[in-house]
């Protein structure tokens, strides 16, 4: 069983930049295949961000990151980072971290639906 804590959340300026951690805890014997960021804002559906395989063999970013937005993945914490820059009014939303021990294919990565452990959640705004 995989449990994830979020953190690094809070309220900033247009501009202005963020780092998120998801860490596990608990019972770390079987490692996750691939984790990722998602984000919820009022009155839309929940939206992948970025995602990442643990073994460091591929990152992968939404869209409307726009190169803005890094995932790290720390093997010895066993913490995906997600560090926001330039971030803007728009990225307002609940950011949750998910994980899921298949190593999923590269069109499903970003799926909330493919995930099977998600953290609490954080809440980022911009304003």
């Known amino acids: 069983h995989v449990q994830l804590v979020e953190s690094g959340g809070g309220s900033v300026q247009a501009g202005g930049s963020l780092r998120l951690s998801c860490t596990t805890s608990g019972n770390r014997r079987r490692s996750s295949n691939c984790m990722g960021w998602f984000r919820q804002a009022p009155g839309k559906g929940r939206e992948g961000v970025a995602a990442l395989y643990t073994d460091g063999s591929a990152t992968y970013y939404a869209d409307f990151v726009e190169g803005r937005f890094t995932i790290f993945y720390d093997n010895a914490k066993k913490a995906v980072d997600l560090q926001m820059n330039s971030l803007k009014p728009e990225d307002t939303a609940m950011y949750v971290c998910?994980?899921?021990?298949?190593?999923?294919?590269?069109?499903?990565?970003?799926?909330?639906?493919?995930?099977?452990?998600w953290g609490q959640g954080t809440q980022v705004t911009v304003s």
């Open positions: 998910a994980a899921e021990h298949a190593r999923l294919p590269v069109d499903w990565a970003l799926l909330a639906v493919e995930y099977t452990y």
